[in-house]
Nanobody, 123 residues
């Protein structure tokens, strides 16, 4: 059974940085999404196991970095220059690479999800 456990969320002032982590149980392509109150779940970034390719949402490109430590089976999301609009619950998820699944930026392209970690950016 695949278990994903996020950690590292918290409260930070605008312009600050935060790193969230996701402990996985295997070698998978992994993504980060976020969901603010009253809004749909939004793609943030994805990293592939093979080759380590990464892709980002335009809204976070240049500010956020997704990475992984394969020895620890952990995926990270380093968030810099945080803004109040980054406030959300952040979820990690396992990428479903079957041909019938959705694309990188579509929640339907992921089959297992963590419980989420709250990130709050104050102005």
């Amino acid at each position: 059974q695949v278990q994903l456990v996020e950690s590292g969320g918290g409260l930070v002032q605008a312009g600050g940085s935060l790193r969230v982590s996701c402990a996985t149980s295997g070698r998978y392509a992994m993504g980060w999404f976020r969901q603010a109150p009253g809004k749909a779940r939004e793609f943030v970034a994805v990293i592939y196991w093979s080759g380590g390719q990464t892709y980002y949402a335009d809204s976070v490109k240049g500010r956020f970095t997704i990475s992984r430590d394969n020895a620890k089976n952990t995926v990270y999301l380093q968030m810099n220059s945080l803004q109040p609009e980054d406030t959300a619950v952040y979820y990690c998820a396992r990428r479903d690479l079957r041909s019938t699944a959705g694309s990188d930026d579509d929640p339907r392209g992921y089959d297992y999800w963590g419980q989420g970690t709250q990130v709050t950016v104050s102005s």
